[in-house]
């Protein structure tokens, strides 16, 4: 009762039906106003407006050197008036006639002409003369000058504009032209007193911004004690020219002096010298003395204790970000647990070196000090307007609010790989990535983790790179794609491909330039390079875009799925939102389209920048007949050899296309768990039973029918036979039928498990499995041998590297691969680069004891690469050091390039594959397309990574864009690169004396009557060789400097070194023999150390067209998922059975 007694009654019925009206009504009024802003994508009037003057850097600095050029001419203009002013019966304003102004008598003769107030003629000091011709040119400049201040105020305007109004430079400007500017329109005021000497002032301001700018523009380091130097000269140069002018002119109403009394005086008073001799004799002069002063006794210490104290003045904390300046600005955060300078440059390079982040900000929160070489650098102009350093937590809020991270584009947490305990950075990375996540969650997140199984908690992360997954993956494919992490690691850096560009070597300038591709997207129908190949198979589109615009296309990612595939092969279709990934040396936006003239042809010389229409030689192009009528070319090939051009064939979709006898027989179904194919070695095709951790992605692989015990992974054990389990299949697998993959690890991880996946995926061949021996100073973990068991031909040693023995009892000297991984416990050191010191001694000895042996190694500094391979007495390595110094010198993030090592793919650093994350801010796509190179991860249709050596056979083909053709129309592979060996035939240690000392005349300007004799009994490969390597050992002496001198006592010294050398060779050779008898080993294959023969390899990303092919030239090729074929061509037949069928 009481509940029904509470309910409201229902409004009449009337009353519901007025409310419903006006309801309707106000809702049709709120549908009719709507607002519409139109060309809101487009650029504004004032948008380009500020990008002249303010955003574009060499513009804005022309405006304000132009601007500065206005404030000196306006401040010699007034020193010309002063010097010009000198008849006193003139203070008066201009063109007055005898009669009353301002209610004053201006006539000569009345008495009120002196305008005398507290005993001083005012008149003298509000009125000068000005000569009509000086007017007109101080008008001028003050009117520029004042559209200029306008112009600047209008477009930094953003939302307040008295504070823009409130600056003292606006008010100077105002004080300074405003008066000229009424003088215009209102001539008695021509004559008026106007201060233009403080414009000096506004000429100070100008020449700080303007050299910030100049350092901006041309991207120079300054000092930031020049920036303090020249900011204290123009302070003091200001006060000075002040002083002078404002007593000067005050001075005209008492005991008039000249400027340069006036000079004198103000250093006589600056100094505290004080003559006496000129003295100020009116009180507003002594006045302006008082002021001035107490103004120099406040700025000038200042200064000087900023100059003096510079490198201690910055706070602890760091700087501060106003968030008035993050509402306006954008910016980054970059949280890290200690910074190196190598880090910081590797960021800040890698961030700036795409044109749209010029103008974000970069806030970088430590919890520790600032080291001192970071702080030097972040005082450099360059960086210090850009960069401030925030002493923080990323897991305290009240940091994070200093920081700004809640308006931040985007945070970079990064992880300190040179802590001893990996794991232990990686939980403080994940908690500063979870406090991250829940004070901004709307933040992008970029994620840097060491450890494969911590990447589970950071799975939130927009971004991750685990640097464990991409090193071993890189160093397990240069086993069998070399220098795949050269390839990879050039591919991720931003540069322009000036690298080398001076250099006399031409593979210098071919390698420099290639390491200037980088990988871009465009959405096809967006694109010029693209939009035509709507509706067409993949590898047509790919040949016909690289041969008429050099660019290389290697993926796609199909509006349907939302995935990346690379080369999916003539199955797929292209269509117009699809998104086209390829390697160019700049994105299409960047590009300028020439059309070649019909009958011009690239010069021989310009390998790689004639990137255009190629004219391929049909002649010598064979297609298969077996690919039926559809590959038929209608055009007629006279017996004559002419060059056309012709597209890439179209692929039909048949099954004809099989590509069985290339690669491996695949299943049907990727995606069972586990598959059991049987090869033809009795292996299985499938997925591993066993993954090592949460989050490692599942890849097919090749696998063992049954698990292999563990006694049966021990080498030692199955070299002493003391294994009963060995099966005819181990036993094979020991006969080294593949030479062996040897890994030197310090102990077992999950991140050995990615360098055994790429080796074991089942689309490589069974013939292609090399075995892999484990030399591990550790017992390996229980839960490793689990999951490494079921894969055939894994083998582990107890050993070290360190030891002669252990390295023969693990197969070295019949190995082709040894790949050295970075040791966790000398990851860190007193001295931070003495941290790869025991590997490269190691790596030094195993170069030495076998020569003929690939090693690969991992480095923890990317700077310690130059003592690889080393040799105190190599002009070569000299010369690449010099190289190198003057790259560094030019600004180039790319300088360690020509490091032999490097560049042949035998040594890596982690620390280069940093740039992967920083990248991923502009292409979001990196990370993901470095995994599918790399093998990491799989996606059905997605083609893989391999290589094809050029033999004898395949130099018909003569030119990369012949074989990219013949690739991408018969088998549809996609080539991207080329790995190239150049020999260097060296003389024998037999030489005799003359040979010898033709050897070292290189360095000479002529040629010895000896060598001149040897030549002419040299054949004609042999004389371009030694051609070759004169020009080389030519240049390397030029870039080292004049040798004349000692040019005799080095031949002497050379012939010795070439003695000892190979006496050295032969007692490590015998010694080694020797060690392998007394273990009971056979010396039968071992390959002793080659001695006449030199070489230097290189990698080419996407080089051009009429690159020609040279023989053991290795091909990196992107090739088609052969299961997506197959369960391509499946379907049609299932489809074609149904439909007869249904028929």
Same mark, same amino acid.
């Given at each position: 009762?009481?509940?029904?007694?509470?309910?409201?009654?229902?409004?009449?019925?009337?009353?519901?039906?007025?409310?419903?009206?006006?309801?309707?009504?106000?809702?049709?009024?709120?549908?009719?106003?709507?607002?519409?802003?139109?060309?809101?994508?487009?650029?504004?009037?004032?948008?380009?407006?500020?990008?002249?003057?303010?955003?574009?850097?060499?513009?804005?600095?022309?405006?304000?050197?132009?601007?500065?050029?206005?404030?000196?001419?306006?401040?010699?203009?007034?020193?010309?008036?002063?010097?010009?002013?000198?008849?006193?019966?003139?203070?008066?304003?201009?063109?007055?006639?005898?009669?009353?102004?301002?209610?004053?008598?201006?006539?000569?003769?009345?008495?009120?002409?002196?305008?005398?107030?507290?005993?001083?003629?005012?008149?003298?000091?509000?009125?000068?003369?000005?000569?009509?011709?000086?007017?007109?040119?101080?008008?001028?400049?003050?009117?520029?000058?004042?559209?200029?201040?306008?112009?600047?105020?209008?477009?930094?305007?953003?939302?307040?504009?008295?504070?823009?109004?409130?600056?003292?430079?606006?008010?100077?400007? =105002? /004080?300074?032209?405003?008066?000229? !500017?009424?003088? %215009?329109?209102?001539?008695? @005021?021509?004559? &008026?007193? #106007?201060?233009?000497?403080?414009?000096?002032?506004?000429?100070?301001?100008?020449?700080?911004?303007?050299?910030?700018?100049?350092?901006?523009?041309?991207?120079?380091?300054?000092?930031?004690?020049?920036?303090?130097?020249?900011?204290?000269?123009?302070?003091?140069?200001?006060?000075?020219?002040?002083?002078?002018?404002?007593?000067?002119?005050?001075?005209?109403?008492?005991?008039?002096?000249?400027?340069?009394?006036?000079?004198?005086?103000?250093?006589?008073?600056?100094?505290?010298?004080?003559?006496?001799?000129?003295?100020?004799?009116?009180?507003?002069?002594?006045?302006?003395?008082?002021? =001035? /002063?107490?103004?120099?006794?406040? !700025?000038?210490? %200042?200064?000087?204790?900023? @100059?003096?104290? &510079?490198? #201690?003045?910055?706070?602890?904390?760091?700087?501060?970000?106003?968030?008035?300046?993050?509402?306006?600005?954008?910016?980054?955060?970059?949280?890290?647990?200690?910074?190196?300078?190598?880090?910081?440059?590797?960021?800040?390079?890698?961030?700036?070196?795409?044109?749209?982040?010029?103008?974000?900000?970069?806030?970088?929160?430590?919890?520790?000090?600032?080291?001192?070489?970071?702080?030097?650098?972040?005082?450099?102009?360059?960086?210090?307007?850009?960069?401030?350093?925030?002493?923080?937590?990323?897991?305290?809020?009240?940091?994070?609010?200093?920081?700004?991270?809640?308006?931040?584009?985007?945070?970079?947490?990064?992880?300190?790989?040179?802590?001893?305990?990996?794991?232990?950075?990686?939980?403080?990375? #994940?908690?500063?990535?979870?406090?991250?996540?829940?004070?901004?969650?709307?933040?992008?997140?970029?994620?840097?983790?060491?450890?494969?199984?911590?990447?589970?908690?950071?799975?939130?992360?927009?971004?991750?790179?685990?640097?464990?997954?991409?090193?071993?993956?890189?160093?397990?494919?240069?086993?069998?794609?070399?220098?795949?992490?050269?390839?990879?690691?050039?591919?991720?850096?931003?540069?322009?491909?000036?690298?080398?560009?001076?250099?006399?070597?031409?593979?210098?300038?071919?390698?420099?330039?290639?390491?200037?591709?980088?990988?871009?997207?465009?959405?096809?129908?967006?694109?010029?390079?693209?939009?035509?190949?709507?509706?067409?198979?993949?590898?047509?589109?790919?040949?016909?875009?690289?041969?008429?615009?050099?660019?290389?296309?290697?993926?796609?990612?199909?509006?349907?799925?939302?995935?990346?595939?690379?080369?999916?092969?003539?199955?797929?279709?292209?269509?117009?939102?699809?998104?086209?990934?390829?390697?160019?040396?700049?994105?299409?936006?960047?590009?300028?389209?020439?059309?070649?003239?019909?009958?011009?042809?690239?010069?021989?010389?310009?390998?790689?920048?004639?990137?255009?229409?190629?004219?391929?030689?049909?002649?010598?192009?064979?297609?298969?007949?077996?690919?039926?009528?559809?590959?038929?070319?209608?055009?007629?090939?006279?017996?004559?050899?002419?060059?056309?051009?012709?597209?890439?064939?179209?692929?039909?979709?048949?099954?004809?296309?099989?590509?069985?006898?290339?690669?491996?027989?695949?299943?049907?179904?990727?995606?069972?768990?586990?598959?059991?194919?049987?090869?033809?070695?009795?292996?299985?095709?499938?997925?591993?039973?066993?993954?090592?951790?949460?989050?490692?992605?599942?890849?097919?692989?090749?696998?063992?029918?049954?698990?292999?015990?563990?006694?049966?992974?021990?080498?030692?054990?199955?070299?002493?036979?003391?294994?009963?389990?060995?099966?005819?299949?181990?036993?094979?697998?020991?006969?080294?039928?593949?030479?062996?993959?040897?890994?030197?690890?310090?102990?077992?991880?999950?991140?050995?498990?990615?360098?055994?996946?790429?080796?074991?995926?089942?689309?490589?061949?069974?013939?292609?499995?090399?075995?892999?021996?484990?030399?591990?100073?550790?017992?390996?973990?229980?839960?490793?041998?689990?999951?490494?068991?079921?894969?055939?031909?894994?083998?582990?040693?107890?050993?070290?590297?360190?030891?002669?023995?252990?390295?023969?009892?693990?197969?070295?000297?019949?190995?082709?691969?040894?790949?050295?991984?970075?040791?966790?416990?000398?990851?860190?050191?007193?001295?931070?680069?003495?941290?790869?010191?025991?590997?490269?001694?190691?790596?030094?000895?195993?170069?030495?004891?076998?020569?003929?042996?690939?090693?690969?190694?991992?480095?923890?500094?990317?700077?310690?690469?130059?003592?690889?391979?080393?040799?105190?007495?190599?002009?070569?390595?000299?010369?690449?050091?010099?190289?190198?110094?003057?790259?560094?010198?030019?600004?180039?993030?790319?300088?360690?390039?020509?490091?032999?090592?490097?560049?042949?793919?035998?040594?890596?650093?982690?620390?280069?594959?940093?740039?992967?994350?920083?990248?991923?801010?502009?292409?979001?796509?990196?990370?993901?397309?470095?995994?599918?190179?790399?093998?990491?991860?799989?996606?059905?249709?997605?083609?893989?990574?391999?290589?094809?050596?050029?033999?004898?056979?395949?130099?018909?083909?003569?030119?990369?864009?012949?074989?990219?053709?013949?690739?991408?129309?018969?088998?549809?592979?996609?080539?991207?690169?080329?790995?190239?060996?150049?020999?260097?035939?060296?003389?024998?240690?037999?030489?005799?004396?003359?040979?010898?000392?033709?050897?070292?005349?290189?360095?000479?300007?002529?040629?010895?009557?000896?060598?001149?004799?040897?030549?002419?009994?040299?054949?004609?490969?042999?004389?371009?060789?030694?051609?070759?390597?004169?020009?080389?050992?030519?240049?390397?002496?030029?870039?080292?400097?004049?040798?004349?001198?000692?040019?005799?006592?080095?031949?002497?010294?050379?012939?010795?070194?070439?003695?000892?050398?190979?006496?050295?060779?032969?007692?490590?050779?015998?010694?080694?023999?020797?060690?392998?008898?007394?273990?009971?080993?056979?010396?039968?294959?071992?390959?002793?150390?080659?001695?006449?023969?030199?070489?230097?390899?290189?990698?080419?990303?996407?080089?051009?067209?009429?690159?020609?092919?040279?023989?053991?030239?290795?091909?990196?090729?992107?090739?088609?998922?052969?299961?997506?074929?197959?369960?391509?061509?499946?379907?049609?037949?299932?489809?074609?059975?149904?439909?007869?069928?249904?028929?």
């Amino acid at each position: 009762m009481a509940d029904g007694e509470s309910e409201e009654a229902p409004l009449p019925l009337k009353h519901r039906f007025k409310d419903f009206l006006l309801r309707e009504q106000t809702r049709q009024n709120d549908v009719n106003r709507v607002q519409v802003d139109f060309y809101v994508k487009e650029n504004s009037f004032k948008e380009r407006l500020q990008f002249y003057f303010i955003k574009n850097q060499r513009s804005s600095l022309s405006v304000r050197v132009f601007y500065l050029s206005l404030k000196v001419l306006s401040c010699i203009l007034y020193i010309t008036r002063v010097l010009t002013d000198s008849n006193e019966a003139e203070h008066k304003c201009f063109d007055c006639p005898n009669d009353t102004q301002f209610g004053i008598n201006c006539s000569l003769e009345s008495p009120y002409q002196n305008l005398t107030h507290f005993g001083i003629n005012w008149s003298l000091i509000i009125w000068v003369h000005r000569d009509p011709k000086l007017w007109c040119a101080q008008v001028s400049v003050a009117v520029i000058c004042l559209f200029i201040r306008i112009l600047l105020t209008y477009l930094r305007y953003k939302g307040n504009i008295w504070q823009q109004i409130f600056q003292i430079s606006f008010i100077l400007e =105002m /004080i300074d032209t405003v008066p000229f !500017v009424i003088g %215009i329109f209102y001539c008695p @005021l021509r004559n &008026l007193f #106007i201060p233009v000497f403080l414009n000096c002032w506004l000429a100070k301001r100008a020449l700080e911004n303007m050299v910030n700018d100049l350092h901006r523009a041309i991207h120079r380091m300054q000092s930031a004690m020049f920036n303090q130097l020249l900011i204290l000269i123009s302070t003091i140069v200001c006060l000075i020219f002040t002083f002078i002018c404002g007593i000067e002119h005050l001075q005209r109403a008492g005991n008039k002096i000249t400027v340069f009394d006036s000079l004198y005086f103000c250093i006589v008073t600056f100094s505290t010298v004080g003559f006496g001799d000129v003295l100020p004799d009116v009180w507003p002069s002594k006045l302006l003395v008082v002021i =001035m /002063i107490f103004v120099a006794l406040i !700025v000038l210490p %200042i200064q000087f204790e900023e @100059l003096a104290y &510079l490198w #201690i003045e910055r706070q602890k904390s760091g700087g501060d970000y106003s968030k008035q300046r993050a509402e306006t600005e954008r910016h980054v955060v970059l949280c890290v647990s200690s910074i190196k300078i190598d880090l910081l440059m590797d960021f800040l390079n890698e961030f700036y070196a795409h044109p749209i982040l010029q103008e974000y900000y970069v806030i970088i929160l430590c919890p520790a000090e600032q080291d001192v070489a970071v702080r030097r650098v972040l005082r450099i102009p360059m960086w210090s307007h850009r960069v401030i350093y925030l002493q923080g937590s990323a897991l305290k809020d009240q940091d994070l609010v200093r920081a700004k991270l809640d308006n931040a584009e985007a945070c970079f947490i990064l992880t300190c790989r040179c802590e001893a305990d990996r794991n232990a950075a990686d939980y403080q990375t #994940i908690l500063r990535a979870w406090a991250v996540k829940d004070f901004a969650p709307s933040c992008t997140l970029f994620v840097q983790i060491l450890k494969p199984e911590n990447k589970l908690h950071v799975k939130f992360a927009d971004h991750i790179v685990c640097e464990e997954e991409f090193k071993y993956a890189m160093l397990a494919l240069n086993c069998i794609c070399p220098a795949t992490s050269t390839f990879v690691t050039l591919l991720v850096h931003t540069s322009q491909g000036l690298e080398g560009q001076h250099s006399p070597e031409d593979w210098h300038r071919i390698y420099g330039k290639c390491s200037g591709n980088e990988v871009y997207s465009i959405v096809l129908k967006e694109s010029i390079f693209f939009s035509e190949y709507e509706g067409k198979s993949f590898p047509y589109a790919s040949f016909n875009a690289y041969n008429k615009y050099g660019i290389c296309l290697i993926g796609v990612c199909p509006d349907d799925t939302k995935n990346i595939l690379l080369n999916p092969g003539p199955q797929h279709i292209m269509k117009p939102l699809d998104v086209c990934f390829y390697i160019s040396l700049s994105k299409e936006e960047n590009s300028i389209f020439k059309a070649r003239k019909g009958n011009e042809t690239p010069p021989a010389s310009s390998v790689i920048t004639s990137m255009g229409t190629m004219a391929i030689d049909m002649q010598e192009i064979s297609i298969p007949s077996g690919l039926g009528p559809s590959l038929s070319i209608e055009t007629n090939i006279s017996e004559t050899r002419k060059t056309k051009m012709v597209p890439v064939l179209e692929l039909p979709d048949s099954p004809l296309f099989d590509t069985d006898n290339m690669l491996i027989d695949e299943s049907k179904s990727p995606c069972q768990p586990c598959t059991r194919n049987e090869g033809s070695n009795g292996y299985i095709k499938g997925y591993p039973p066993y993954l090592p951790y949460i989050g490692s992605s599942p890849v097919r692989c090749h696998l063992r029918k049954e698990k292999a015990h563990k006694c049966c992974m021990q080498l030692e054990k199955f070299l002493s036979k003391t294994c009963n389990h060995k099966d005819k299949d181990d036993v094979r697998a020991y006969s080294l039928k593949n030479k062996l993959i040897i890994v030197s690890a310090e102990t077992t991880g999950n991140g050995l498990y990615n360098f055994i996946l790429p080796l074991r995926a089942s689309y490589r061949s069974e013939n292609e499995l090399c075995p892999i021996v484990l030399l591990l100073e550790n017992e390996p973990d229980a839960e490793f041998l689990e999951t490494v068991c079921w894969f055939p031909m894994i083998y582990y040693l107890l050993g070290s590297i360190d030891s002669l023995d252990d390295l023969l009892r693990c197969g070295v000297s019949f190995a082709a691969n040894m790949v050295v991984v970075d040791k966790e416990s000398t990851m860190f050191a007193e001295e931070d680069y003495m941290a790869d010191a025991k590997t490269i001694v190691n790596v030094q000895t195993l170069f030495r004891l076998f020569s003929s042996l690939n090693i690969i190694t991992e480095l923890t500094h990317p700077a310690n690469m130059r003592f690889m391979q080393f040799s105190a007495k190599d002009c070569h390595a000299l010369a690449f050091s010099k190289l190198e110094q003057k790259e560094r010198e030019k600004g180039s993030n790319l300088s360690f390039i020509f490091r032999l090592p490097f560049a042949a793919g035998r040594v890596f650093s982690i620390g280069m594959l940093d740039t992967l994350l920083y990248q991923c801010f502009v292409k979001d796509y990196m990370i993901t397309i470095t995994k599918l190179l790399l093998g990491i991860e799989t996606t059905p249709k997605s083609g893989f990574l391999c290589s094809m050596s050029i033999t004898e056979e395949d130099l018909c083909i003569e030119t990369y864009g012949r074989l990219y053709e013949m690739l991408s129309s018969t088998v549809g592979d996609i080539p991207i690169g080329i790995y190239r060996t150049e020999s260097e035939i060296l003389e024998p240690p037999e030489t005799p004396q003359s040979q010898m000392s033709d050897k070292v005349s290189v360095f000479e300007e002529g040629k010895d009557p000896e060598e001149q004799q040897q030549g002419l009994h040299c054949e004609q490969p042999d004389i371009q060789v030694h051609s070759l390597r004169r020009r080389s050992m030519q240049w390397a002496s030029n870039l080292l400097g004049p040798w004349h001198a000692e040019r005799e006592a080095d031949r002497l010294s050379q012939q010795r070194g070439i003695l000892l050398s190979c006496s050295e060779r032969q007692e490590l050779t015998e010694m080694v023999k020797k060690r392998m008898k007394n273990l009971g080993l056979s010396t039968q294959g071992f390959d002793e150390p080659s001695t006449n023969q030199s070489s230097h390899s290189y990698v080419l990303i996407n080089p051009s067209p009429d690159t020609r092919l040279e023989l053991n030239d290795i091909v990196y090729i992107i090739r088609k998922d052969p299961v997506s074929v197959k369960l391509n061509n499946t379907d049609n037949i299932i489809r074609e059975r149904n439909t007869k069928n249904h028929i």
